[in-house]
């Protein structure tokens, strides 16, 4: 089993492969794991499990992770945890990773009535070599670090994830909780032609930077602006002195990951539950 290690730092090493792994499942953790600790979520901790909640009908901002489970007690876990978001009547993800036990968790969980959403590779970049890139004339990147760009950046996302746009206002005051200036969480909002088409976020903790949430409106993809996004996020991790960058990879995101350097490392498998029709 892969237990975290608290007293790493920054300086992981790329080669340092089971480091950077356990590095990645952690980040991944805490980023979502961060809404249930807010005021407006809820968030449940044990040896076994670790799952959050914020009541909002977005099936990003209620998961799953770190299930460590015996097959004995497999099913019985994962029909506590939909009577429990059944109940909230909120879709959820469940994330699986290198170290879920079992590590057949998602037979069990498809049993269940859980969708099978594929494989979002993790992926790790060392960001020494990292290249760097001249923003074009019209697009300029700038962090969110006020309500007005929060809520752009929530409408993009909205989009670009299919969270329904209805629930942007529910989700303004929940991402508001988490601050606009700390030294954890920097959110990019790319605007082209002072028009926002583009998000991307940082997230800096168990000695990697996570980056995520990177998006780009259908109108403005095909111009290298989700690279530029990104590209804002990992030159303030390596300002900050990070060595090494992770994220979770899309099918369309993967090839503009590896066109920056960044290479697959582990698999995630995401499990969705929705909440049936009244």
Known sequence: MLVYDTSMV????????????????ANLFSYFTNFGRTPLGELHESSHLLYFSTGIGSLFHNGVFRARLHESEVERAIAEVIEYFAAKQVPFCWWTSNSTQPNDLGKYLE?????????FPGMAMDLSNLTSRDCPK????????ERTNLESWLKIAAIAFNIPVELVEELLPLESSLGFQGDRYIRYLALWQK???????????????????????????????????????????????????????????KNVYERLSFQECCPLEIYLWQPPEQ
């Open 10 to 25: 920054k300086f992981i090493k790329i080669d340092e492969t089971d480091k950077v792994v356990q590095a990645l499942e």
């Open 111 to 119: 049993a269940q009535g859980l969708q099978d959403l594929g494989n």
């Open 138 to 145: 019209d697009l300029e990147i700038v962090r969110v670090e």
């Open 195 to 253: 028009t926002p088409v583009a998000i991307s976020a940082l997230y800096l903790d168990a000695g990697v930077a996570g980056i995520y949430f990177v998006a780009t409106l259908p109108e403005a993809r095909g111009q290298g602006i989700g690279t530029h996004v990104t590209q804002a996020a990992l030159e303030d991790s390596q300002r900050l002195g990070y060595r090494v960058a992770i994220l979770q990879a899309s099918a369309m995101g």
